[in-house]
């Protein structure tokens, strides 16, 4: 398995399994693939997590809003209707995108 193939299936395993816009059967609920940022981002949630390197959930927010949420389709001048209303899955559940980038590192360093 490819580094980036493990950090996507970690991600499914613990974010979109639990995800609320998935349907029962575990399949991604939006209507269209894109229409998450997870998926539109994906390469690009990897490598600016892989490349902050904190204690801090706070300094991977300000990752994630300077270099993915600014080129968004979503993004408008800084404010994401999207975000305020909890209805994006990449921000709804950042942290736990951390924790299974986080999760597939340790196991490759163990
Ligand atoms: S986080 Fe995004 S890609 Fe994953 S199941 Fe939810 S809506 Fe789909
Ligand atoms: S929070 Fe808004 S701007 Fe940022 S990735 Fe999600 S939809 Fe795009």
Not at 42 to 59: C, E, F, R, T, W
């Amino acid at each position: 398995m490819t580094q980036m193939t493990a950090y996507e299936e970690a991600i499914r395993a613990k974010v979109c399994a639990h995800c609320i816009d998935r349907t029962g059967r575990g399949i991604c609920g939006t209507q269209q693939w894109e229409d998450c940022a997870l998926n539109r981002f994906m390469p690009q949630i990897i490598g600016i997590v892989n490349a902050v390197k904190s204690d801090s959930l706070h300094d991977y927010v300000h990752a994630l809003r300077s270099e993915i949420c600014v080129s968004c389709r979503d993004n408008q001048d800084g404010d994401c209707g999207l975000r305020s209303s909890l209805e994006c899955g990449l921000d709804r559940y950042f942290p736990l995108v951390v924790e299974a980038i986080e999760e597939v590192n340790m196991q490759a360093a163990a």
